[in-house]
């Protein structure tokens, strides 16, 4: 009985030991992005244009990449929410059970699963070449948005789920039809559950790189985007691009932290508001 | 006397489960109906056929006829027969929005968008329902702030804004108080006058109190089916008898 | 009867499923012309990715080797780490922190891979390479490495919702036969969770096999054969992110890439109908 105690006592502090170290090392992550990045954050890092030398050292600020990363994920949004909620209402309240709805449901896991190169690629073929809308904001936008259309379409139809049926039923009796009951009683109740899911999806595209590499993004741009045909600057290509194609190494990489803090901070603030909602919602 | 709902041989099916068999009722107009029997007897089932409530069940099925208006109930759009036919539930479930936009949510979807009807129609139905003194000052807070039994009556308002030939009620008091009980009771009474009254309960005073038919269920079958007084005081059925004086239930 | 709005939401209902026809098609679509300059056999066989060269050279075996080296060396990183954090979590942290920890876990796992990547480019390489005499920090340990964090959280968070959701009724049985915490997790608990963690494995590997911005960034990009993990390399993902900028529109490159990202495509897909395949059986086997 002892030596099996013992035998418990060591495999689980073994297994602490292991899991503090990878948790440690997460967390040390978001330290070392902030210390290295804080040096560099000021007002006119923010908000002046970027500029390089000749030696290739980056100057100035990075917000023509704000600008950028905000256009594209925010136009992204525009594409994928309408479609994606009504995706997810459909296949919480039309196609809820059956063959064709479980085949449903495993092409959206399956769109979630797709490389975000891929995405890329699809985004080059489709609509830069094939639409020729160009290496533009509004490709890259498109692209971004068939990224974000899974994570809706998923959060959007659990969040109608989530709804009691007593209020559906409520609403049939009455003589609604499938959509009456679907968008005016069901879904205001599902609403704020599903824009944490919009906001979750807004934080993934803010960070993608791979989707907007060949569709539009570029490492330099002397200007604030002003129309949707245009190449634009966004945080995480410029982080891309500074770490390897920069001859000053130091000063490029210290440019790249403070890209990085910013655009993390960024994505943590969406996240934790998510977190929060959910917490006061459970409180409720 | 008049008929507008009549069931002829009805039987209903949940996969291979024989929930109802071969029921055959009428109806009386403008009167109130009580199902009564005791649980998993078909009751709810029953109502909820009428309306087709249970069309969206994969496995369910029927056989029979449900007569409305001289139609049979698959003939009409399921819309149209729920608006004919209204129903509230045995939990009170208000729609998390305003009282005024609840008992207004059947008008607005039949495309009313006149205010002036509106709110007529949603004064009317709450004072049928006897709550519109307690709501009138504050018709736009959110229904969840009221009371069970009020939210109760609300939905019974809800119901009859859309001006329903027939109003089924399955248990609607079997989530509220007594106080609250005893006021829809009132307001079921009240309005039998305009509307014909098909209440589930497996309370038989209530049954007594408000009443003029009774219906009596067992295991999927309608054993007794009369006037109140006659069901309740000489039942013609053994069954129904030991159900009345609790042999069993 | 249906109305407009019934129609949108039925049309926008099946999204997905054209969404990934589209994808199957342009892909493959661009792709096909490349057999008209180059044999399949050189393209799937080949032992040389030299596009730029005269002759060009599309042999994507390198890639495809180095993309195994990859990500089987990731996939056994990650698993094992998120199984021990999720036991960590489930057993041995107080209730109270178990919400914090999978919050920490669930923003960690937000990160922008491209800001992996300069950590693993900017910290772990030089590490590498001055302390631990590497010939190169950038290799397929410094890549592995950095998928494996994060992608850990994801198989984590899963394991960890089905072992602490483990019927209460199995553990106690063992319990009540005598057996310690210890024992039930490994005789009762881990046995009879083999499916889910089948399956959280299979989407973790469909995760680390088309991940793109870190191996791009520290795997050191070279297109040969690796021979051990301390060597870089250049994977499928990899490449089409390295060179699509730079190719122009229509050439025998630009298919080759397309051909790899159809490649690329079709394993994960299929690593995900797998893995989604024996959750489902597993679920079933659980309703009866």
Known sequence: MVKRMLKQRIAFLILSVISIGILIAMGSIFVIIFVNGFRVLNWDFLTSITSFDFKGMPHGGIGPAIAGTFIVTGLGLVFAVPIGVLSGIY??????????????????????????????????????VLFRFGFSILSSALTLSILALPIIIVTTENAMRDVPNELREGSFALGSKRWQSALLVVFPVALPKVLTGVILASARIAGE???????????????????LNQQFMALPYTIYGLMTTSINIEASTSFAYGIALVLITLITLMNISVVIFRLIKRKV | MDIDLKVEDLSVYFGQKKILDSISIEIPSKSIVAIIGPSGCGKSTFIRTINRMNDRFDDFYSTGNIIFKGRDAMEYPVEELRREIGMVFQKPNPFPKSIYENVAFGLKINGIKDKKILDEKVNKSLMAASLYEEVKDRLSTNAYKLSGGQQQRLCIARALAVSPKILLLDEPTSAVDPIATKQIENVLKNIKKDITIIIVTHNIQQAARIADYIAFFYMGRLVEFGKSEKVLNSPKEKLTEEYLTGTYG | MKSTIDRLISVSGLTSIAIIVAITFFLFYNWIPLFETVEPIGFFFGTLWYPTAV?????????LDAT????????????????????????????????ILKTFLEIFSSIPSVILGLIGLSIVAPYFQNVLNMDTGQNILNAAIMLSLITIPMPASMMEDFISAFSPEQKEGSQALGANEFETLTRVVIPGLKGPFASITMLSLGRIFGETMI???????????????????????????????????????????FGIGAILFVITFLINVAGEMIRFRYERQMMK
Not at chain 1, 209 to 227: D, I, K, N, R, S
Not at chain 3, 74 to 89: K, L, N, Q, R
Not at chain 3, 224 to 229: A, D, E, G, R, V
Not at chain 3, 234 to 245: H, K
């Open chain 3, 215 to 257: 191996v791009l960034m520290v795997a050191g990009n070279a297109a040969i054969f690796p021979s051990n993990i301390f060597q870089p390399a250049r994977v499928l993902s990899s490449t089409i992110a390295a060179e699509m900028g730079e190719t122009p529109v229509g050439t025998p490159h630009f298919y080759a890439l």
């Open chain 3, 55 to 63: 002759p060009p050279f599309y042999g994507i075996l390198p890639l």
């Open chain 1, 91 to 128: 296949l919480s309240e039309y196609r809820n059970r059956g063959k064709l709805f479980n085949f449903l449901r495993m092409m959206v896991a399956n769109l979630a699963g797709v490389p975000s190169v891929v995405h890329g690629l699809f985004g080059l073929a489709v609509f830069v």
């Open chain 3, 68 to 99: 195994v080296w990859i990500s089987s060396l990731a996939i056994f990183i990650t698993i094992p780490s998120a199984f021990v954090i999720a036991i960590f979590i489930t057993y041995i942290v107080p209730k109270k922190f178990r919400y």
């Open chain 1, 209 to 227: 790189t791979a989707p907007v590499l060949f569709t539009g993004a570029t490492l330099y741009l002397a200007h604030f985007p002003t129309a």
